[in-house]
């Protein structure tokens, strides 16, 4: 008999038992990680094809008039939206415009306490 014709025991019932049970656990705990990558996939192509049914409206030249005296402090991308920062004479105001149509979004003004 040499070192490689090592005899294994039979396992006891409860050890066969034991087996069972952790196999079975590894089987739940494998299918579940399938499913969580079969999500995040499914999430992922959704997000990078989502957008190709989008219209995209052609934009000419844009011309936004500014109140007189006003100065760019500085322009920005934020999301979908187009960021710019505006001095107006001592009084910070921020334009946001949308980046696809260029139409004005929003303003916020900023002004110091009297």
Do not use: H
């Not at 490689?4 to 034991?18: F, I, Y």
């Not at 949308?98 to 303003?107: F, H, S, V, Y």
Request: with cysteine; glycine share 8%.
């Amino acid at each position: 008999m040499t070192t490689s014709d090592t005899a294994v025991p039979e396992p006891t019932p409860e050890q066969a038992a034991l087996f069972a049970r952790v196999r079975r656990m590894m089987l739940i705990a494998g299918l579940t990680t399938a499913l969580a990558v079969c999500a995040v996939l499914i999430a992922v192509g959704y997000r990078l094809f989502k957008s190709e049914g989008r219209v995209v409206e052609a934009v000419g030249d844009v011309t936004a008039i500014l109140p007189k005296g006003a100065k760019i402090v500085s322009t920005g991308i934020a999301g979908d939206r187009l960021v710019v920062t505006l001095d107006l004479g001592g009084v910070v105001e921020i334009r946001t415009f949308d980046a696809r149509t260029l139409k004005p979004t929003g303003k916020l003004k900023f002004a110091n306490e009297p």
